[in-house]
């Protein structure tokens, strides 16, 4: 599969954690840990990043900015989902909004890797 692809698939697979974050805030339930989800390897995307992708373009500058944008995105959705899971819903569904934390990050992720696509 192609760079290009690749991006394109996680870009989609990324977009709908939203909604399974919204999901574990409603129902204090998730298939997954806090832990897993923090992990940014964990993903398909993540470990094409890691293992995956051309060797040479891991110098590229638009490779190294993905993947700590990447890596912040799963922290923040482990973060999301910890509080999801604790009793913490209302904090949770204020990173989630229009205006909070992870959905900040994760549209700066969607853009730079959009940006990152167009480059290539």
């Not at 805030?25 to 993903?43: K, L, Q, Y």
């Not at 944008?69 to 229009?98: C, D, N, P, W, Y």
Request: proline share 2%; charged share 25%.
């Amino acid at each position: 599969m192609s760079t290009k692809d690749e991006i394109e698939q996680a870009i989609a697979a990324h977009a709908q954690w939203k909604q399974r974050l919204n999901d574990a805030i409603e129902s204090g339930r998730s298939d997954w840990t806090p832990s897993e989800v923090r992990a940014d390897c964990n993903c398909l995307f993540g470990k094409w990043l890691y293992g995956g992708i051309d060797p040479r373009e891991k110098s590229s500058k638009s490779y190294l900015k993905i993947l700590g944008m990447h890596a912040l995105f799963h922290r923040e959705a482990g973060t999301v989902l910890e509080l999801a899971l604790s009793g913490g819903q209302q904090e949770a569904k204020m990173r989630v909004a229009i205006g909070g934390v992870y959905l900040k990050i994760s549209s700066e992720l969607t853009h730079a890797m959009k940006q990152w696509q167009a480059s290539l």
